[in-house]
């Protein structure tokens, strides 16, 4: 592993000594609870690892200040064939990674090549990637399995970042050089990592070959400080920049402060419910549908998530294409649900909610479902098990009622759509509610062909006023992304589809 010259201790030591080091304009501190696993884009799918990945690399094709349209990073432009299996893209030329060679369609090939041989986690979110060729040094042709409307959405993703293939020299032992990618960048981003002291800190600096506008931050410090009430008094000494995570309680205490700012955006971050739709009797539409009338939703919000956070509507996220912004939402209406039990033919019901404590909502959401659930004559019983026994049962079909959180691995409804009520995805790739309406199943098949966004967008609404009335899930809340920064940290832009990432390149500090 390298190390600068300055070791990051000494480093951290100085930047808490005194206030001359802490207000260095050109320096930005960001506390972190966990040491990100790795930094591989061929491995890493965690959010704590794409906040180094997201500065130190470029891709193809990057989100669009904080929307989840797509733009050109490295790509100049991009086409595709008739039947939608085939794209084309040009480079932009004249990107340099770090060590000054040029950013050409070999690297892209060797890159993305490199991600599909591996083929971990970032694999899958290139489900229809076939062969990568090289037309010229700033041409490339890609073949699909099949048309795949997502696919440059798809190279957004981490697991799409371009490495150098320099990077290879390292490589010990057939490991495509995992072991020294895992601390070490080879990236034609604006930063690059200049020393990894585990479970300390990790220092990023500007990359002198960058090809955009030189950052104004120089050096980027992250250090890894695992207690939050530590996080909380290095922010407000001035010692931090930014911290997180921050539970809502606590960043609401840090409100009154003037000197910090609470940041508090919608994410796609979905909490639902799985409601198993092959076990009677949720096997029955109006079972479903009266227990998610049965759900006090505003409640939920304001006693678990503080306010910060919406209700659903629809599967697709509010903020993503493909929102339908009228489509149908279950409100709070116990009658109603009574009614609908009693047309179903439904006495005495005992259902059983399994979760685990890998989500701090998992377990109030069920503690204010078995108390609205009792008024309508349901009695709910929490099964609070191991994550990894919870998962195993979701993905077997052995659960009633089940926790569920999901964000989405690119911007696309399909992340949302076909992963949920695609009943070839039944189980453990996403469908865990086991739903199938064959109608619903060509919509989604048909949009994920479509190489057309408008098209795309009215079969995936069309399909969510089908799905939404069936009530395959209890559709709960899009919970808020909350982190604190000092309030002279300017320029930071959010975009749901980068949680715990930051646009260093474009941020700054003041005196």
């Known amino acids: 592993m390298r190390r600068s010259l300055i070791s990051a201790f000494a480093l951290v030591s100085l930047l808490a000594a005194g206030g001359a080091a802490r207000a260095a304009t050109n320096v930005l501190v960001l506390d972190k609870a966990e040491d990100p696993p790795t930094c591989d884009p061929g491995i890493e799918i965690s959010n704590n690892g794409y906040t180094l990945l997201y500065p130190t690399y470029e891709r193809l094709v990057r989100y669009k200040g904080g929307s989840s349209d797509i733009e050109g990073d490295l790509a100049e432009s991009w086409s595709v064939d ?20 040029l950013v050409d369609a070999a690297a892209v090939k060797f890159s993305l090549d490199r991600t599909m041989k591996l083929n971990q986690g970032p694999a899958g979110n290139l489900p229809s990637l076939k062969s990568v060729t090289v037309v010229d040094p700033l041409t490339l042709r890609f073949e699909q399995t099949s048309a795949f409307g997502p696919f440059m959405s798809t190279l957004a993703t981490f697991g799409a970042s371009v490495i150098n293939p320099k990077a290879m020299a390292h490589e010990k032992d057939g490991d495509m050089a995992k072991g020294w990618l895992a601390d070490h ?8 990592i200049s020393s990894w002291e585990r479970n300390q800190s990790i220092i990023l600096d500007r990359n002198s070959n960058y090809t955009g506008p030189a950052p104004k931050l120089q050096r980027i410090v992250i250090k890894i400080v695992r207690e939050l009430s530590a996080r909380r008094l290095q922010l407000e000494h001035g010692d931090a920049d930014i911290i997180e995570p921050v539970p809502i309680d606590q960043a609401d205490a840090m409100k009154g402060n003037p000197k910090l700012v609470v940041e508090s955006h919608p994410s796609f971050l979905a909490v639902y419910v799985y ?22 939703y505003q409640a939920v919000v304001k006693e678990i998530l503080k306010g910060q956070g919406v209700q659903m ?71 609070n098990l191991a994550d990894v026994v919870k998962r195993q049962m979701q993905a077997a079909g ?13 911007a696309d409804p399909f992340m949302f759509m076909n992963f949920w009520f695609d009943p070839a995805k039944k189980g453990g790739p996403g469908n865990r509610a086991f739903y199938d309406n064959p109608k619903v199943t060509e919509l989604i098949t048909r949009a994920a062909q479509v190489p ?34 000092r309030a002279a940290v300017q320029g930071f832009v959010y975009n749901p589809m980068l949680i715990e990432v930051y646009n260093f390149a474009d941020m700054s500090k003041t005196d």
């Open 82 to 101: 008739k039947d939608g299996s085939t794209w084309t893209v040009k480079l932009k030329p004249g990107h340099k990674f770090d060590d000054g060679s």
């Open 398 to 410: 052995n659960t009633e009622l089940s926790a569920g959180t999901w964000t989405p691995d690119f």
């Open 185 to 192: 960048t080879a990236g034609s981003g604006p930063y690059r």
């Open 313 to 383: 509507r629809g599967a697709v996220p509010e903020g993503m294409w493909g929102h339908d912004p009228n489509g149908f939402q279950f409100s709070y209406d116990p009658e109603k649900a009574k009614a609908l039990l009693k047309e179903a033919g439904v006495g005495e019901l005992k259902l059983t909610y399994t979760f685990s404590q890998a989500e701090p909502t998992w377990e109030p959401v069920g503690l204010a479902m078995q108390a609205s659930f009792a008024r309508i004559g349901v009695k709910l019983e929490l099964q």
């Open 452 to 485: 057309d966004q408008a098209e795309r967008q009215k079969l995936y609404v069309e399909a969510q006023k089908i799905t939404t009335p069936d009530a395959p899930y209890l559709l709960l809340f899009q919970e808020n992304n909350v982190f604190v920064r």
């Open 275 to 296: 409601l198993n739709n092959k076990k009677p009797p949720l096997d029955n539409v109006k079972v479903r549908q009266a227990l998610s009338y049965a759900v006090d």
